[in-house]
């Protein structure tokens, strides 16, 4: 997670509740590690992200940048 | 021609079918003052910025009436405005409240818990048309689908549909700045005596919750959370009708755009019956290419703003433009292509900041199903028309009918 780009939208949160969290309204919690049976709820996630900030990497797969902003300015 | 009058072609129904090369030209101006003294933002970063920016107001009270708008301030005097249109603190704790039955923190599973009631409705809308070879795609299940879903939601009885789709669609025709018809100041009229007989009628469905409360979330408001702040019951009216208008005029929308949008991409549609899964990167690629909300055409600025090398003066009327920040070359690569599978698609399709679509999860969700099953059910659809004919709305835009031809149905 780039919390530095998360900006509270929650979205995760709604589309991979076994996985993300809010804390309140503004604080996220998650699970680093998900399990393989949580995958397809985390790719939802990611891909729902309004600011791109989850990085998905599955190990023995290849590396997933859903966040990786095309274009972002720095 | 002159960006002062691009915002006026852009709105004229000529462009309806497709509005895309004029938003290029717009964005040669990417803050443009029209000659009304709308500023049109039309340019990724800047409608980025000013969407995030708490000197840009929602609330219309905060607006120097332009001629023709003289009426803005009566409007409100209907019912009260919605979250959609009020600013912090109010907006907050009025948004915040109508989370709490919906989503995160308090409600994380509603919209998850909805996927099988979701997927059986869709299954019935196609079996529907097993016997036919055309449908229309808005009247036979781009329509039904997200109303149904919006009455489940809500706990609105379905069999009422006939009388706030009447309501429903005048609200929607007051969002129309356009000059067609009878004028914008009627439509906005006609509008809030329709906001009013919706509102009558949700006020009497919510009493009828609170006395027999059900898992839906009018009950939910309705019953409020304990001893923490609760809305009042006008809040809660205005709160529905927002809920009820939002949940099933732009979701209909969001379908038929993805329909027509992937029998123009046959490889698209190949691919997403293959791979199921395409359905989530295709659905936010759908929300850039083809946003169901084209534009926000009811923010005000509070204080002179600089942004894109001009200055919008205080009270001045702006435009942001999504669907042409969605299509800019400076954000997205080959942003004119639609491309299923594209990578960091961070659109506008949903808006962004404090404001962010509030149903985004189950608009998603709802695209997702719909657009998944249709194009796994339908034998070798195809367009009967091509454009197919547009509702006149140019902010939420969308076909009024969308007719495709196929040769059967799977189960």
Not at chain 2, 86 to 94: G, N
Not at chain 2, 365 to 376: G, I, K, N, S
Not at chain 2, 390 to 407: E, I, K, S, T, W
Request: net charge negative.
């Amino acid at each position: 997670m780039d919390l530095n780009r998360c900006e509270a939208y929650a979205q995760c949160a709604f589309q991979a509740p076994d996985v993300f969290a809010m804390h309140g309204e503004e604080a996220l919690m998650y699970e680093p590690c998900p399990g393989d049976e949580r995958r397809e709820q985390v790719m939802r996630a990611a891909a729902s992200c309004p600011v791109q900030a989850i990085l998905v990497e599955w190990p023995g797969g290849p590396a997933v940048p859903e966040g990786a902003a095309t274009g972002a300015r720095g | 021609m002159t960006s002062a009058t691009l915002l006026r072609r852009i709105t004229d129904y000529a462009a309806r079918a497709d509005p895309y090369p004029l938003y290029a030209e717009l964005r040669r101006t990417p803050v443009a003052r029209q000659e009304d003294g709308v500023y049109a933002v039309s340019t990724y970063w800047e409608i980025a910025g000013l969407l995030h920016d708490p000197r840009l107001s929602s609330d219309p009270r905060n607006r120097v009436p332009t001629a023709g708008e003289e009426d803005i301030l009566e409007e409100e005097q209907g019912l009260p405005p919605s979250f959609l249109r009020l600013d912090p603190p109010e907006h907050d704790r009025l948004r915040r409240l109508a989370t709490r039955p919906f989503g995160p923190p308090d409600s994380p599973r509603r919209v998850s818990d909805m996927r099988g009631d979701l997927a059986r409705m869709v299954s019935g809308l196609i079996d529907g048309l097993r016997d036919r070879e055309r449908a229309d795609i808005v009247e036979d299940f781009a329509y039904p689908f997200p109303v149904m879903v919006i009455c489940k939601l809500l706990g609105v009885p379905h069999e009422d549909e006939e009388r706030f789709h009447v309501w429903a669609e005048a609200i929607v025709a007051g969002l129309d700045p356009g000059e067609e018809g009878e004028g914008p100041a009627e439509r906005r009229r006609a509008a809030q005596r329709a906001r009013m007989e919706l509102g009558r009628y949700l006020a009497g469905l919510i009493e009828d919750h609170r006395r027999a409360p059900g898992g839906d979330m009018l009950s939910a408001l309705a019953a409020g959370h304990g001893d923490r702040e609760r809305m009042s019951p006008l809040e809660l009216v205005v709160t529905a009708v927002l809920l009820l208008i939002a949940g099933h005029e732009t979701t209909v929308n969001l379908i038929t755009n993805g329909m027509l949008t992937l029998l123009r991409h046959p490889d698209a549609l190949r691919r997403l019956r293959e791979e199921p899964g395409l359905a989530v990167p295709l659905v936010e690629e759908l929300l850039r290419y083809e946003p169901p909300v084209q534009l926000l055409p009811q923010r005000t600025a509070l204080a002179d703003i600089d942004v894109g090398g001009v200055t919008i003066p205080r009270g001045a009327p702006v435009w942001l433009v999504l669907a042409s920040g969605n299509r800019d070359p400076r954000r997205f690569p080959d942003p004119d292509r639609f491309d299923p599978g594209r990578t960091g698609n961070e659109h506008l399709g949903f808006g962004g900041g404090i404001h962010y679509c509030f149903g985004a999860p189950l608009a998603r969700l709802e695209a997702q199903v719909a657009l998944t099953e249709l194009a796994r059910r339908l034998v070798e659809p195809r367009l009967v028309t091509d454009p197919p004919p547009y509702r006149r709305n140019p902010v939420l835009r969308g076909p009024r009918h969308l007719p495709v031809a196929f040769d059967g149905c799977v189960p």
